[in-house]
């Protein structure tokens, strides 16, 4: 108490005024304490007109005059002699008898709430609703005004009420009122005035229950605004409340848990808030112990994490199972195995090991790939007292599923029964998605089958196993079946499994269908989600829809969705390949002020969408950019830029690249090799260009379809033809078959060169193959023909030609005439000369146009 008092006393000596007078001192009694002092020529009566608050004071007017009352936060009272309220105003109900009726009393406040609440229920906020309020209750009672709070679910039709009220009475409302109004703002997530009404309460000297505190960082933490909870417990602090115990504790935990505790900083709110909570405190917080060292633990600060154990000991307290069991949860998450396995071992000290501390161990043994280990400790526990659960043969059963041992999964899904427990749905769905995995599906759907045999209700995660196999094994059919299935059973498919079977169709090729899950995911009461837009722009993009992305980009913005690494490299790529590079450059920049730092891929799609327009220099500068951020980069980024480089002729730069690649140890693929050497070909260099396929051999690099089609295209082109045709053989021998492009060059070259019989051979085989040879092929072969004295064949062909609807030149023709005319062929060399002398008119006629 006399803390309490020469806290107010400092506040008084502050020199708080009001137009009648000046607070000097503080009574000293008890009774005197609970109210306020004012120096004022007469003792001002309980305040019953409008107020405002003022920093610690309450102003009032009355008649032209401005009062301040000073607050004391010891009572809600503003003087010591305020009168009784009159019958009826005091929440009780007074009977013509005179005697209380307390039941009477609560009947009259229900009743008195319901019409109030109809009222606001039923009409707009305004002089209607206000006028309809007075009717009711010309002055609100406590209780009235309590039960009306307690009933709405709308903020700000709860703050007008709350205001007017306040407006009528011309008194300040009762903690209980306050509290109930700031229950609703935690309930509807609107904080905007909660500094506010904070600020009154404190003025007011009312007290925060411990429930409303509970629920605003409830309320924070549930919408994700992390760092509005911390505000909020600083808030509460700033006007003098003390938070409760079990807020600081709900706070710490959220964050604590948060991911990106290192990056995000807020593990150092946590640990403020922690040892806020923890001072003068004399016996620790078991609970806030355990989530400070799994918060340290996420972070990957071990040593912190055992001083808090330390210190732990040092209050004399022994460390419990769930602090080591925290710490051995986030050392197997960072793969710290042998650690983790020394502090089970001095654990042992302090605690014993439980069933959860086994199967922690034995997780991780697991997904490391120690087998055998994980089988030892399973002996241990059982030597222990302590038997497998059905989470432990889960763990087993999921880790070794993942690690492609089947055949030891399958042995402990057997023997389950011998363990003393039977296999769950999880059981059942782990090594379901094990086989299917690993291409065994029908194996997988077997299982499936024996599930439902075994009573259990399959759920959207064992069907999404089920169709995301199906499908990745080329049985689309069986995927779409398996989702029908699901439907018939009257399983709900949730947004994970529509997201995956929309990939899945677009993976598959399927566009359209791709975009009805699309649409489908609203149908089945989803919002769609960044996964959602990033699998629909992928698909599209990658089935030449990528003009789409711009449009289903900002319906994406419009929907909220929050853009993670994935959406914007998604996104990112779409607008490259729409040829929108600079909107894709804006939004690298964007998601590096959010946060994600561009990865390999980010930069990437921009250097090659830089690179696809010729604008070399910035792609360069950004190639250089994502160096010097530590992105290393991978063979698509330097083949996508040798590429780029190399179309322009800008050879000696393709090559310097070329040359960094390699000395950075990556290996140039395919790909580059074909970059490179479309380059030199285009550039006539076609010495260099076989001196890179050599080089390309020797690397171990086979030369594909493409590489063989680059070559034979150039060597035609600087009429190479013999060269040509051995890269022809070789390409055969190995295999490969040859492009639509490759053969008609090929068949021309041949003619060109007089080597009528294979280019005619090719030409048929070509067909055959259900190729269309076109114009340049034609042409090729009747000029051919004709030059090696074949007239008759050259004329078939000028037929087929004729019949395909392709163009013939005049040359063709010409040449063909003469050959005709030499074979004594008169009446087809008629023919052509009446093609001919119709080829002269149209282009006669053309001319005269």
Same mark, same amino acid.
């Given at each position: ?5 020469a ?23 008890q ?8 120096t004022?020529q ?8 409008p107020?405002?608050?003022a920093?610690?004071?309450v ?7 401005f009062?301040s ?11 010591s ?25 609560k009947?009259?406040?229900r ?5 109030v ?7 707009p906020?305004g ?17 009235v ?35 109930s ?23 007011l000297g009312?007290g ?7 629920e605003?960082?409830k ?11 911390v505000?909020?417990?600083q ?13 600081y504790?709900?706070l710490?935990?959220?964050?604590a848990n948060?991911?990106?505790l ?6 150092s ?14 016996v620790?917080?078991a ?10 633990g996420?972070a990957?600060l071990?040593?912190?994490?055992y001083k808090?154990?330390?210190r732990l000991?040092?209050?004399g ?7 080591y069991?925290s710490i051995?949860t986030c050392?197997?998450?960072k793969?710290k195995v042998?650690?983790?396995?020394n502090l ?11 069933l959860?501390t086994?199967?922690?161990?034995i ?6 790939g ?5 089988f ?8 222990a ?7 432990t ?6 880790r ?8 030891e ?12 427990c039977?296999p769950?749905?999880v ?7 094990g086989l ?6 029908d194996?997988?759907?077997r299982?499936?089958?024996?599930m ?11 069907y ?19 989702f029908?299935?699901m439907?018939?059973? !009257? &399983?709900?498919p /949730?947004?994970?499994?529509? @997201? $995956? ?5 677009? #993976?598959? %090729?399927? +566009?359209e *269908? ?14 769609p ?6 699998i ?7 089935a030449g829809?990528?003009q ?6 900002y319906?994406?913005?419009?929907? !909220? &969705?929050?853009? /993670?690494?994935?959406?914007? @490299? $998604?996104v990112?790529d779409?607008?490259? #390949?729409a %040829?929108? +590079?600079? *909107?894709a450059?804006q939004?690298?920049?964007e998601?590096?002020?959010?946060g ?6 980010t ?21 250089e950019?994502a160096?010097s951020?530590g ?5 698509v980024?330097y083949s996508?830029l040798?590429d780029?480089?190399? #179309?322009? %002729?800008r050879?000696?730069?393709a090559?310097l690249?070329m ?6 140890g990556?290996t ?6 074909n ?7 285009k550039?006539?260099?076609i ?19 493409y590489t ?8 035609c ?14 390409m055969?021998?190995q ?9 008609t060059?090929?068949i ?8 009528v019989t ?5 030409f048929?085989?070509f067909?055959a193959s ?12 009747i000029?051919?023909m004709s ?5 008759m064949d050259?004329?078939r062909i000028?037929e087929?030609?004729?019949l ?7 040359k063709t ?6 050959s005709?005319?030499?074979?004594e062929?008169?009446?087809?060399a008629a023919?052509?000369?009446?093609v ?6 149209s282009?006669?006629a053309?001319?005269?146009l």
């Amino acid at each position: 108490m006399a803390a309490a008092r020469a806290r107010v006393v400092t506040r008084c000596r502050h020199g708080v005024h009001g137009n009648d007078g000046l607070f000097e001192t503080l009574p000293t009694s008890q009774e005197q304490a609970t109210s306020v002092a004012c120096t004022t020529q007469a003792a001002p009566s309980p305040p019953r007109w409008p107020f405002s608050v003022a920093g610690n004071r309450v102003i009032c007017r009355k008649g032209g005059r401005f009062i301040s009352y000073l607050c004391h936060r010891s009572c809600r009272r503003f003087t010591s002699d305020r009168p009784s309220p009159p019958a009826g105003e005091g929440g009780r109900f007074v009977d013509a008898g005179g005697n209380h009726s307390v039941n009477a009393g609560k009947e009259q406040t229900r009743a008195t709430v319901d019409e109030v609440c109809r009222v606001l229920d039923g009409n707009p906020w305004g002089p209607e609703a206000e006028r309809l309020l007075s009717e009711i209750h010309g002055k609100p009672n406590r209780e009235v005004i309590f039960g009306v709070l307690k009933r709405q679910t709308d903020l700000n039709l709860a703050l007008k009420y709350f205001r007017w009220v306040e407006k009528i009475t011309a008194e300040p409302h009762s903690v209980e009122a306050y509290n109930s109004v700031l229950m609703i703002l935690a309930a509807t997530r609107k904080y905007d005035c909660l500094e506010k009404l904070l600020e009154e309460m404190s003025i007011l000297g009312y007290g925060l229950s411990n429930n409303v505190c509970i629920e605003l960082v409830k309320s924070f933490i549930k919408s994700r605004r992390l760092r509005g909870a911390v505000d909020s417990m600083q808030m509460l602090r700033k006007f003098k409340f003390r938070p409760a115990f079990s807020a600081y504790t709900t706070l710490i935990g959220a964050l604590a848990n948060a991911r990106v505790l290192w990056k995000a900083n807020r593990l150092s709110e946590a640990v403020e808030l922690f040892e806020e909570m923890e001072q003068d405190r004399k016996v620790p917080c078991a609970f806030a112990y355990n989530t400070m060292i799994m918060g340290y633990g996420s972070a990957g600060l071990f040593s912190d994490a055992y001083k808090l154990l330390d210190r732990l000991r040092e209050k004399g307290c022994i460390p419990s199972v769930v602090a080591y069991n925290s710490i051995l949860t986030c050392l197997g998450r960072k793969g710290k195995v042998d650690e983790a396995l020394n502090l089970f071992e001095e654990m042992k000290k302090d605690a014993e090991p439980n069933l959860s501390t086994y199967n922690i161990i034995i997780d991780m043994l697991c997904t490391s790939g120690k087998v055998e280990a994980a089988f030892q400790i399973q002996d241990t526990m059982e030597n222990a007292g302590l038997f497998p659960n059905v989470l432990t043969v889960n763990i087993m059963v999921d880790r070794l599923c993942k690690s492609q041992k089947l055949d030891e999964a399958w042995k402990i899904f057997e023997g389950i029964s011998q363990k003393g427990c039977t296999p769950d749905s999880v059981t059942y769905c782990s090594l379901i998605d094990g086989l299917g995995r690993t291409g065994k599906v029908d194996e997988a759907y077997r299982l499936f089958e024996r599930m439902l045999d075994a009573g259990h209700n399959p759920n959207a995660v064992v069907y999404t196993s089920l169709i995301r196999n199906f499908f990745r094994h080329d049985r689309k059919e069986d995927g779409h079946k398996i989702f029908k299935d699901m439907n018939r059973r !009257g &399983c709900l498919p /949730d947004l994970i499994l529509l @997201n $995956t079977y929309m990939d899945c169709a677009f #993976k598959a %090729g399927e +566009v359209e *269908k791709g975009r009805s899950i699309f649409e489908d995911i609203r149908a089945h009461g989803f919002s769609p989600d960044a996964r959602s837009y990033s699998i629909l722009i992928h698909g599209l993009t990658k089935a030449g829809h990528a003009q789409e992305t711009y449009k289903l980009f900002y319906d994406m913005k419009e929907q !909220g &969705c929050v853009l /993670d690494t994935l959406a914007y @490299n $998604t996104v990112i790529d779409g607008f490259c #390949k729409a %040829g929108k +590079v600079d *909107k894709a450059y804006q939004l690298l920049e964007e998601m590096k002020v959010q946060g994600h730092p561009p990865t390999v891929v980010t930069y990437g799609s921009v250097i090659d969408g830089l690179a696809k327009i010729d604008r070399l220099d910035e792609a360069y500068m950004l190639f250089e950019e994502a160096k010097s951020h530590g992105t290393v980069l991978n063979v698509v980024v330097y083949s996508n830029l040798i590429d780029g480089f190399g #179309k322009v %002729g800008r050879i000696d730069e393709a090559y310097l690249i070329m040359e960094e690649m390699m000395q950075k140890g990556i290996t140039p693929n395919v790909y580059t090799w074909n970059c490179l050497i479309d380059a030199l070909v285009k550039a006539e260099e076609i010495s260099e260009a076989l001196v890179c396929l050599q080089s390309m051999k020797e690397m171990k690099c086979a030369p594909n379809t493409y590489t063989y089609s680059i070559l034979i295209n150039g060597l035609c082109r600087v009429q190479k033809y013999n060269k040509a045709f051995v890269f022809w053989q070789e390409m055969q021998k190995q295999g490969l078959v040859p492009s639509v492009v490759t053969y008609t060059t090929m068949i021309s070259g041949l003619a060109k060169v007089g080597n009528v019989t294979e280019a005619n051979r090719l030409f048929e085989k070509f067909k055959a193959s259900g190729g269309i040879p076109d114009s340049v092929s034609f042409n090729a072969l009747i000029v051919g023909m004709s030059n090696a004295n074949r007239a008759m064949d050259a004329y078939r062909i000028f037929e087929e030609t004729r019949l395909r609807g392709c163009k013939l030149s005049a040359k063709t023709c010409i040449v063909l005439l003469d050959s005709l005319h030499k074979a004594e062929c008169l009446e087809q060399a008629a023919i052509v000369g009446a093609v001919l002398r119709e080829m002269a008119k149209s282009q006669h006629a053309a001319r005269s146009l």
